[in-house]
């Protein structure tokens, strides 16, 4: 593939993406919270930090991994590195092949951190990359982490896309022996399983991002890029992101969970953090803000979902993010059904 056509493909993920909406049933509405009448706390009291094994961030939100390897989205970046200044939170560029390959390419990326020299920058590589481009991917962003996205269901409906993954755990086990950041191995909307966890955890991962079905859908993307179209009967492949933190639960004090995928509203949010993830990430709802309604709108979009979390906290009396994790929720029909074929303990308190 040329650079041009890779260029083009940058371009198109991201027209696709900004086209879709959530989809029109979602995990997060068969959760509920149980309602505390008289909170012991104040709004002012909740802290919102949110501290992982090796990287504390001030906010449990964060601009998950979206683009950068053309002109367009070098532009989207710069956008989202400014919103990421003005709020305190923590951002991640979209996969850097397209700067490892080529370096004209490399500002698309870079320009997150000019921009943003103080933030949280996470950088982003595919599972098959060499350890020392993975190595570089860190060092071209000084990013504070590094996320590996695995995507196979992407690649197999992407027309031009990858049929080999033998060695993605033994290369994605590598860089971790050798990347001095976290790393955080990330789906791109397909959820993760509990097998895969351990699979992880094993081989050093400290880090995942879970990232379920339900937002942005590569599948759908791929399949719109196919001559033929014929592959959407995969569109509502693998599992929601209430699933996957469900999954994660027996791993949740020695792996570092984040959540993203089809969060919709703060409450979604909270929902996942109860569930066990240390912060949620959300691409499309900031990439339409961003583009549609221009840099000052999208920060004061996130400084209202901040506040709004802080209230339903304050609802749930829960003080702290660990304070979440010990309040009642419960769960549909649906969900349990999934929790007892799956054989999870999902005790909470």
């Not at 560029?93 to 397209?98: D, I, L, W």
Request: glycine share 6%.
């Amino acid at each position: 593939m040329s650079d041009i056509q890779r260029e083009q493909r940058k371009n198109e993920h991201v027209e696709i993406a900004m086209s879709q909406s959530d989809a029109p049933q979602s995990d997060f509405d068969k959760v509920r919270f149980v309602h505390h009448s008289v909170p012991s706390i104040n709004v002012a009291d909740v802290d919102l930090t949110s501290t992982t094994t090796n990287l504390t961030m001030d906010y449990p939100v964060y601009i998950n991994a979206m683009t950068g390897g053309s002109e367009w989205t070098k532009n989207i970046n710069e956008k989202l590195a400014v919103v990421a200044r003005e709020t305190g939170l923590a951002m991640a560029v979209g996969s850097t092949h397209a700067a490892l390959r080529n370096p004209r390419m490399a500002e698309t990326f870079t320009i997150a951190r000019q921009t943003n020299p103080n933030g949280i920058i996470f950088s982003n590589v595919g599972a098959d990359v060499p350890v020392n481009k993975a190595l570089e991917a860190v060092e071209l962003l000084e990013a504070q982490a590094l996320q590996i996205h695995v995507n196979s269901p992407q690649e197999l409906v992407m027309p031009e896309g990858n049929r080999e993954f033998s060695t993605w755990l033994d290369n994605i086990a590598e860089i971790v022996a050798r990347v001095t950041v976290p790393v955080i191995v990330k789906e791109v909307g397909f959820g993760m399983s509990k097998e895969l966890v351990n699979d992880l955890h094993q081989i050093g991962v400290n880090y995942v991002d879970v990232s379920g079905k339900g937002g942005t859908n590569f599948v759908d993307i791929e399949n719109a890029r196919r001559a033929q179209q014929d592959m959407s009967y995969l569109s509502s492949w693998g599992q929601s992101t209430v699933e996957s933190l469900l999954e994660t639960t027996a791993y949740q004090k020695s792996v570092n969970i984040f959540a993203s995928g089809g969060l919709r509203t703060p409450l979604d949010a909270v929902k996942s953090l109860a569930l066990g993830a240390k912060a949620v990430g959300m691409s499309r709802p900031f990439l339409n803000q961003v583009e549609n309604n221009g840099i000052a709108h999208t920060v004061e979009y996130v400084e209202a979902f901040i506040e709004h979390i802080k209230a339903i906290m304050t609802m749930l009396n829960a003080q702290n993010i660990d304070e979440l994790t010990h309040k009642p929720m419960v769960f549909s029909p649906e969900l349990i059904s999934w929790i007892e074929q799956r054989g999870l303990d999902i005790h909470r308190g």
